[in-house]
């Protein structure tokens, strides 16, 4: 990389397949926002990056989780917290919360992912972030490959709000590092409304 550039580099900065989801909005023209379409109520559904197999951003991505560069990942979450600031979209939540993973993984892998994206969401937007507040009490197996049915058995009850004081009448954006069948995100959702905050918007690194 030259001098000054951070992560990734200006020419792959360029050629990232950004998806653009923050200029629709909580519309019909989102194509993320119908995903959740008739599953649980979701304010905003955003993602950062479009993810394609044997892409750039699945490279990226495997950096991240697997090749131990956590910095990677508030990098993203600065850079895309600017982006959603410059939209508007900050004063749009009050609180924003990692999807966790279980503490036998978290033991293994050293960090989570998501949370480096929600730590570099926080600091670029100034909206107040936690760690602490969702746990993943059983460690699911792996959701790749698995159908929408199986993924969605696979974390129907497996996540628990252990602090629902802290997200009581809150406007919560929960964040995950891809999106595919949406059915971690719904998941968490679920028991964040059912524990009293007023509304969940959702945003990740990237969307397949």
Not at 26 to 44: H, S
Not at 50 to 61: N, T
Not at 92 to 111: A, E, M, N, T, W
Request: charged letters at 25%; one cysteine or more; glycine letters at 8%.
């Amino acid at each position: 990389m030259a001098r000054g550039e951070q992560y990734i580099c200006t020419e792959c900065n360029v050629r990232l397949p950004y998806t653009d989801l923050h200029l629709f909005g909580a519309t019909e023209l989102n194509m993320l926002q119908q995903r959740f379409w008739g599953k649980v109520p979701i304010r905003y559904a955003f993602s950062y990056l479009h993810f394609k197999p044997k892409g750039r951003v699945q490279r990226l991505l495997h950096k991240l989780k697997y090749k131990g560069a956590h910095e990677l990942g508030e990098h993203l979450g600065r850079r895309y917290g600017s982006v959603l600031l410059d939209h508007h979209y900050a004063k749009q939540f009050d609180l924003i919360l990692p999807v966790p993973l279980h503490r036998l993984k978290l033991r293994r892998r050293g960090y989570n992912q998501s949370d480096g994206f929600a730590k570099g969401l926080s600091e670029a937007m100034q909206v107040e972030w936690s760690n602490g507040v969702l746990m993943r009490n059983i460690d699911t197996d792996t959701q790749t490959k698995k159908s929408r049915l199986d993924r969605w058995q696979n974390v129907e009850k497996v996540f628990e709000v252990k602090l629902p004081e802290k997200v009581t009448g809150k406007r919560v954006l929960l964040v995950d590092d891809v999106l595919t069948t949406g059915a971690t995100l719904e998941a968490c959702a679920a028991i964040l409304l059912e524990s009293g905050c007023s509304e969940v918007s959702v945003v990740t690194i990237a969307a397949a």
